[in-house]
């Protein structure tokens, strides 16, 4: 070394040993952790349990180079991504086995069932365990269900014992497949003699307080030099205070996603809801200290990253929808990581029973502290700035009360540097909004409280999925600056359609994927209160210049009159402008439907009781024509009024047998015995619908029109139906339709022979053409009352 170098180096020793004598408190534990407090923590040896391994197995099926031995070989996929079981590719007949072979002579205990997070995730199964030496009489240990998630599942046997098999029926699995990652067995060690001797000087496992008045004597009689040191910095106050808020937290329980996804028919919600803020490194060798669990079941996972080009041409990098898993026991756990990532507390559970929150201490020397913002817990922009400015992970996490923000930290810190609250709060409303049309109030938040989890992938736009939604890094700056958001219609609209994702299950079938996701989205213009609607309007004032015509005579880009009146058209086929539907033509549907029994008042809680009776009235048909007409009869009851001549004119009563293409191929199947039955059921209902199917709720000089609104059928003249008082006139000259006095109608239509004939076109324009497919022999004109009368024009 020079000897400038050497100064350099003396100098600056001698500045830091005088900083650290002149605080009061000595920060004994940095960030990042120092390489001794890491070796120390290496040097523990605990009792762990005892990994119990198969010596043989066989499946009942499997694919070549995935039999059942790649399931017990010790490889994880994040090691070795082809070592794991996995069910033939091409006939997977169900019940799987699997059955797995033991010396017996250890006790097994529990097993660990670890997915490949993808096909082949158990679902239903039985679990049947023997102890006969030649395995001829197996015992059922018990039934489960998997739910085919993603995450590890453990069975703990209710009594010990020297198994010499145990046999897993699969009975479903993710995808009609079946596959195993690892599965492992263990003999649980129920040595707790260095827990006993922590507890002479802690006032619990977690290692987090002291008890009173304990003396140096008492520390430095602790078997292990680790705990004596964590026990110092406790006694003489240098345990650095910004590290110990994120490594001895209380994780408080949440809802199991899958048993709520199932029940509100969702999308599921992430179950990472409980950050730690604290980053690993692969292999690194961690600590983890739980306290009282009161008997529930708590894991950790490590959430790291994965390459994809998902909706993208090149491959890009996105945060990992889940990753290793690790079950936690009360007391000492330590851990090898197998990836790089952010630790999470996974602790997911019945909330009727109102779960006591968990304490967790997570020592120095087991990862690095990086920190998070939770909005209930820092409150402020001022801390929020701080955390951020102290984080050094690649991502940082905000936890809001409805959504937590995984960004890229860089992306924070260059758009949101000083302020998160807006944001927060405006995605957190928003998530509110749409929980309020599906109707759950009287679940959430005692019965459910997950959070959604948005993360920043690094390619792709914006999506949304099971577990995640996703807002490229790119984009971040239009939906965290709430100016940002207010400023372009889109940047509201965008995000509302992927968390619409999440929420529509109830309300959707093959036809409507792409549509019935904007109920929400036009929801939250309306609740944001700047941006009118969005959609196709129901007729042009040239509706016949927009009929387009394809080498199989199908019509595409038409218009409702044309689809209705014209062509008679099913719902299924009004064209096509995004993934096999005319979305911006369906999302009308729904929104007329809010628009009159919301804003007008006929039934402020019409949505919500029909998201309730879709629940609780499914259909399991893959014809989504059962779903379509499922819909119209809930509907009706939902609002106690008989919808036919509303669902008539949006072409769910016309007969269709194809085959359809949306997010899979669908035989889309509508017969006359089932419209008719419909039809029936929903005649049962005295009053009958006003005709709101002509309803708009824009027009000229609204913020963010981008469609040309009709000059009749505005929302308000829905609210309390007036009379037609002035005399109007219309008059046909060749094709166009001109009327005059036309304002108080909602609606002109082409009928046959007089007011109450065939429909046979209609606009909601004082000015329109009417197409040439349309026999004008015996037609006549008529205006629309807002009750539902018809009055014949005279020219």
């Not at 199932?262 to 999308?267: D, G, I």
Request: proline share 4%.
């Amino acid at each position: 070394m020079k000897i400038a170098n050497k100064l350099t180096f003396l100098f600056l020793f001698i500045f830091i040993f005088n900083g650290i004598q002149a605080c009061s408190k000595t920060q004994i534990f940095a960030t990042p952790n120092p390489p001794e407090e890491e070796n120390k923590i290496k040097d523990i040896v605990l009792p762990e349990d005892i990994q119990v391994i198969p010596y043989g197995g066989k499946a009942s099926e499997c694919q070549p180079g995935a039999d059942i031995d790649k399931s017990y070989d010790g490889l994880f996929t994040t090691e070795l991504s082809e070592s794991h079981y996995h069910s033939s590719w091409s006939n997977t007949t169900f019940p799987v086995t699997l059955e797995y072979f033991f010396k017996g002579d250890t006790d097994i205990n529990y097993v660990i069932y670890h997915t490949r997070s993808g096909n082949g995730n158990f679902g239903e199964l039985e679990v049947y365990t023997s102890t006969d030496p030649d395995r001829k009489q197996y015992t059922l240990q018990g039934t489960y269900d998997f739910k085919m998630k993603n995450d590890p599942s453990r069975i703990v046997f209710k009594e010990n014992m020297k198994a010499t098999g145990i046999k897993f029926v699969v009975k479903s699995g993710l995808g009609n497949f079946v596959s195993c990652d690892e599965m492992l067995f263990f003999k649980k060690n129920t040595d707790k003699t260095l827990e006993n001797e922590l507890l002479t000087v802690f006032k619990d496992i977690t290692c987090s307080e002291l008890k009173p008045d304990v003396t140096d004597e008492k520390i430095n009689n602790l078997p292990n030099e680790y705990f004596i040191h964590i026990a110092k910095v406790l006694k003489n106050g240098s345990y650095d205070e910004w590290e110990k808020e994120f490594r001895i937290r209380n994780y408080n329980a949440y809802s199991d996603i899958n048993e709520w996804a199932e029940k509100l028919m969702t999308k599921h919600y992430s179950s990472l809801d409980n950050l730690t803020g604290i980053a690993v490194e692969k292999d690194d060798e961690i600590l983890v200290l739980v306290g009282d669990t009161d008997g529930h079941e708590v894991s950790l996972q490590c959430v790291g990253e994965e390459k994809t080009n998902f909706w993208a041409e090149k491959e890009y990098v996105q945060t990992a929808a889940s990753g290793s898993v690790y079950y936690l026991e009360p007391g000492i756990n330590k851990i090898k990581v197998r990836n790089k990532g952010q630790l999470f507390v996974m602790y997911n559970c019945d909330l009727t029973n109102h779960p006591k929150p968990i304490k967790i201490h997570i020592p120095p020397g087991s990862g690095t502290v990086s920190g998070f913002f939770d909005l209930k817990e820092h409150k402020t922009n001022t801390k929020y700035a701080e955390l951020l400015a102290k984080s050094t992970d690649k991502y940082f996490g905000v936890r809001g009360d409805k959504i937590i923000f995984y960004f890229h930290r860089d992306k924070l810190r260059e758009f949101v540097k000083d302020e998160i609250l807006s944001a927060i709060n405006l995605w957190d409303n928003i998530i509110s909004w749409e929980q309020e049309l599906m109707g759950i109030e009287n679940v959430r938040p005692s019965q459910v409280n997950n959070h959604l989890f948005a993360i920043s992938p690094e390619g792709a736009y914006m999506w949304a999925s099971d577990y995640r939604i996703a807002f490229v890094y790119t984009y971040l700056e239009n939906i965290l600056l709430y100016d940002k958001v207010m400023s372009a219609k889109d940047n509201a609209w965008g995000p509302a359609h992927e968390i619409g994702h999440i929420h529509q299950q109830a309300i959707d079938w093959p036809s409507s994927t792409e549509s019935s996701n904007n109920l929400f989205s036009n929801f939250i213009l309306y609740k944001l209160g700047k941006y009118c609607s969005r959609g196709t309007e129901l007729n042009l004032p040239k509706a016949a210049d927009n009929r387009m015509t394809d080498n199989d005579g199908n019509i595409t880009g038409m218009t409702l009159s044309e689809a209705h009146c014209v062509l008679n058209r099913p719902w299924c086929k009004f064209g096509s402008n995004y993934q096999g539907e005319n979305t911006e033509l369906h999302m009308r549907m729904n929104w007329q439907l809010w628009n009159y029994y919301h804003r007008c008042g006929h039934k402020p809680d019409f949505w919500q009781k029909l998201f309730r009776l879709m629940r609780d009235n499914r259909t399991n048909s893959n014809n989504p024509g059962e779903k379509q007409l499922l819909f119209a009869r809930m509907a009706c009851e939902a609002a106690q009024e008989d919808l036919t001549e509303f669902f008539e004119m949006w072409g769910f009563f016309v007969p269709v047998n194809t085959q359809i293409e949306q997010y899979g191929h669908y035989n889309y199947i509508v017969t006359e015995d089932m419209i008719n039955e419909t039809k029936q059921a929903m005649s049962r209902y005295r009053t009958k619908a006003k005709p709101f199917y002509y309803l708009e709720d824009r027009k000229a000089g609204d913020t963010g029109l981008d469609t040309t609104p009709p000059d009749v059928g505005y929302y308000t003249q829905f609210t309390k139906p007036s009379p037609i008082t002035k005399k109007i006139k219309g008059a046909i000259n060749g094709r166009e339709v001109a009327i005059t006095n036309g304002e108080e109608a909602v609606a002109f239509e082409l009928r046959e022979k007089d007011a109450n004939g065939k429909l046979l076109y209609f606009s909601t324009f004082t000015r329109f053409e009417i197409p040439a497919s349309v026999s004008l022999t015996y037609a006549k004109l008529c205006a629309v009352q807002a009750d539902g009368k018809r009055i014949l024009l005279s020219e």
